[in-house]
């Protein structure tokens, strides 16, 4: 077929810059997705949608590009966190909506002196109202995890059921017109005379333009404009049977709030609204040992730790997927090179959830050939780094994870 604007990944970014697409600039998309529907991370999550651009602090982009771009990013989150939002309203979408706000808990005494410098900074510098909660009131009001030490709390957050939100972003797609092919991996890719010819096992899409949405499960022989621009790193997340009323007592569960907590490798989890806990945290290295148990056993003996009520109860639910995570830990939605008719929105880093609407809103913008407001943003104005260490980033890894989960214990 001969189409204008062929969409690579049928997740969040793919489904939902087909929808920006067709309406607001009139392309009716093809989407091509290898799999089915939110095959991959889309599904496989914790359903957080953070204000998060990115996994940098917000005093890190003071470190990093100064106050003055620290102010506007942040005001480009507020900004672009408002489109997921409305999508989350959509009734046309349905992904159930719940517990507002965020709560990043500190699980030492160090870590909750480094909320308070963070908080200080959002509330004097950058005006973004946050508040520093003692461990009494976490307990008390919140949530009853034995390890908080305090927390800090931002008022912008959302929690969703993630598939429910990407088949609502399908089913407005294909309502504007857009094609979503699934089943249909991309296996060649050529370009003549500027035509992007992508084959795929039952025929091949001509495009004017291509959009790469593949996030984590990109290959890096799509195209030689994403090879190895991100790392994927492979994260699980568990569900509990239904709780009882008793032990919903006993863990202090009294909201449905986003929880994240300080450590280098985090836990994050929210009690869900069908009465059972949801918590995730990193997996395995390589994919060939995502199903050693070990990956479950910690993510249990977490729960243990936090809500000691709960040890030993059964996770019928455990799941485990791709994030990808950029090597500067920043997002991008770039054109990388200008000659190319060639786009792509990727480096989400862990907190794609509420990103992946807005960088479609901006993604679709690119596509259809026209500007960005903000253009200059470290987001927008420069492609994905490639990794040096390339050959040897996995061991690199296995000895990260050793010196994180160390620094865990006494930090």
Known sequence: ????????????????????????????????????????????????????????????????????????????????YEVFRAMTE??????E?????????????????GLEAESRLCNEVLSYKTRLLGR?????????????HGAMLEPVGIAVQPLKLAYGYARIARRLGAKIHTGSPVQAWTTEAGVHHLHTPEGT??????????????????????????????ANSAVTRELTDEEVKVCGFRSNILVTDTRKLRYYYRYLPEKRLQIGSRSAISGADSENPKHLRIVQEAIARKFPALKGIETPFFWHGWMDISHDMMPRIVQP???????????????????????????????????????????????LLSHPLRPIRRLGQRALYTYFSLLDKIV
Request: hydrophobic share 40%; aromatic share 8%; with cysteine.
């Open 1 to 80: 077929m001969d189409v204008d604007v062929v969409l690579i990944g049928g997740g969040f970014t793919g489904l939902a810059t087909a929808l920006f697409l067709a309406r607001e600039h009139g392309i009716k998309a093809v989407v091509l997705e290898a799999n089915q529907i939110g095959w991959g991370c889309t599904s496989r999550n914790g359903g957080q949608g953070h204000l998060a651009w990115g996994r940098l602090s917000r005093s890190q982009w003071v470190k990093k590009w100064g106050v003055d771009i620290a102010r506007r990013l942040h005001a480009n989150s507020l900004e672009g």
């Open 90 to 95: 959509d009734p046309e979408i349905d992904c």
């Open 97 to 113: 909506p719940h517990g507002e706000g965020n709560l990043l808990i500190a699980h030492s005494e160090k870590a909750l002196r």
């Open 136 to 148: 009494d009131t976490v307990l008390n009001e919140y949530i009853g995890d034995q390890e908080s």
């Open 205 to 234: 899409v001509r495009a004017r333009a291509v959009g790469i949405c593949t996030a984590g499960y990109t290959s890096p022989n799509l195209h030689k404009l994403t090879a190895y621009k991100n790392m994927p790193i492979m």
């Open 337 to 383: 090179d200008r000659s190319q008719q060639v786009f792509y929105s990727q480096g989400y880093s862990g907190n794609g959830v509420s990103f992946s609407a807005y960088a479609s809103k901006q993604l679709a913008i690119l596509i259809a050939g026209k500007s960005l407001a903000d253009s200059d943003l470290p987001i927008f104005n420069s492609p």
